[in-house]
């Protein structure tokens, strides 16, 4: 056909990068940060919801009762780099966080197996210290988490990552429990249909101390996108929303009905548009 | 004698390669728009390859899906996964003709025909669409406004969205095709 011949005048494409998109549909898989950042310019308004334990029965109404609360915020200053600001209800904390992507898969002129980013925040608890003999100095208030996300997908359906977890703690209860605490995350996003995917999350606690005294961080969750929107409803059994209290602070044990029902809600605002837009 | 042979072959030359009969472009602009009840989509791509040869009318584009930017960045991603499904289908084509006459040596604007086949997610259609173009020194400027109904794409709308997204999506074609180095 002529027009075959036309079409050659476009050359041979010249050989792209393909950047994996969508690896997980957030920025958080359920509970723990997903590899994906807000897109640059794009502010995020969070609003996280766990609520009590479904063994509380009727009368605590299957844990509805009962919620820890987180609301935040994320900005995409670039691409690769985002920072975040939140507030849980939880000991009443306030977290800073940083987000960077330091690889993206690909496959084409450049090839790399797996996405990494590395996600550092700080948290402060701010509940008033009723005991006089208790000294408040601000430094024990604090906690920092370090993670490295390595993630993979492996194809439209299947998203797998591992996330590397050191956390720090200036002040803990006893002397015997850990100031520092190495876990292991893993989690993965399974597509069931176009627009909902079931994702499962992990927390391996490895520190000795803190791996007896409290329990691995389970998540079972579902993301269902609707348009614009990405909803996210899962079944946990951590009480806490950031890092440092949900990986080393976990006390719910699934076989022991201790399940909180959640849900992450977000709203993008596009606060600086694409430079496609901006004429 | 020989010399003025030699500088009037060259001239000669010159002219025939001047005088092209395809034209090409790399980065016309191709925006869709749909103005649903809820929310109004639009995306932009200017990457846009497309060819013209104004001897025989034959007039083909080529359009890389995931080049389309959208203002908001959920709805790219939405997309390119979901509704034309960028990895599986990563190209859409037009393989067509200018059907009515036009003098493309002379300068001016003419209102053209276009009749073809259009491929997007996979699948063909025929069209037959109305557009302008204005021919001049530098090259023919083509622009063309008109619709097509996701339906017959096959690009499904969800129900949860459903009445949300329009199922008609204005299409406006912007290409400046310039004569084609030999």
């Not at chain 1, 969070?46 to 009368?59: E, L, M, P, S, T």
């Not at chain 1, 269902?224 to 929303?241: K, R």
């Not at chain 2, 939405?78 to 067509?96: C, I, L, Q, R, W």
Request: aromatic share 12%.
């Amino acid at each position: 056909m002529a027009q075959d011949e036309l079409m050659d005048a476009f050359g041979e494409d010249e050989p792209t990068t393909e950047y994996a998109y969508a690896t997980f549909k957030t920025t958080r898989i359920s509970l723990g940060q997903s590899v994906e950042n807000p897109p640059s310019g794009n502010l995020i308004f969070d609003i996280q919801h766990h609520f009590g334990r479904v063994n509380g029965g009727a009368y605590e109404f299957f844990g509805l009762d009962l919620a820890t609360l987180r609301l935040g915020l994320q900005y995409g200053i670039t691409d690769w780099l985002a920072i975040g600001i939140g507030r849980s209800t939880l000991e009443k904390t306030y977290d800073g966080s940083v987000k960077a992507k330091i690889l993206r898969q690909s496959t084409g002129a450049v090839s790399m197996p797996v996405s990494i980013s590395y996600f550092g925040s700080i948290a402060i608890n701010t509940l008033k210290i009723e005991d006089p003999a208790i000294r408040d100095n601000f430094s024990d208030r604090l906690s920092y988490v370090n993670q490295l996300l390595i993630a993979r997908k492996f194809s439209s359906a299947i998203s797998l990552q591992l996330s590397p977890t050191f956390i720090h703690r200036n002040l803990v209860e006893k002397t015997v429990d850990d100031n520092d605490v190495w876990a292991l995350g893993a989690g993965g996003r399974f597509k069931l249909s176009k627009r909902i995917s079931l994702n499962l999350e992990y927390y391996w606690v490895i520190s000795e101390q803190t791996a007896k005294d409290y329990h691995d961080s389970f998540t079972v969750g579902f993301d269902i996108e609707t348009g614009g929107h990405v909803f996210q409803l899962f079944f946990t059994n951590s009480q806490g929303i950031v890092e440092q209290h949900f990986i080393p602070q976990t006390t719910g044990n699934w076989l022991d009905g201790d399940i909180h029902f959640g849900f992450n809600i977000s709203r993008a605002f596009v606060l600086s548009k694409p430079k496609e837009f901006r004429e | 004698m020989k010399t003025t042979t030699i500088i009037l072959l060259i001239f000669l030359a010159f002219t025939i390669q001047s005088n092209a009969q395809k034209y090409i472009t790399k980065n016309g602009n191709i925006t869709f728009y749909s103005d649903g009840p809820l929310e109004k989509i639009e995306a932009r791509n200017k990457q846009v390859n497309s060819a013209l040869n104004t001897e025989t009318g034959d007039f083909v584009f080529k359009i890389l899906m995931k080049s389309f930017v959208f203002e908001k960045a959920l709805m790219q991603e939405h997309f390119n996964e979901n509704y034309v499904e960028s990895d599986k289908f990563p190209t859409a084509m037009f393989k067509g003709q200018v059907t009515n006459d036009v003098e493309f040596s002379a300068s001016g604007t003419y209102e053209v025909n276009v009749e073809g086949d259009l491929t997007i997610h996979g699948i063909k259609q025929h069209i037959q669409e109305k557009g302008t173009f204005k021919v001049s020194e530098n090259g023919i400027h083509g622009t063309s406004k008109f619709h097509i109904v996701l339906e017959d794409y096959d690009i499904s709308i969800p129900g949860a969205v459903t009445g949300k997204i329009a199922e008609e999506i204005e299409i406006t074609i912007d290409v400046t095709l310039k004569p084609m180095k030999k």
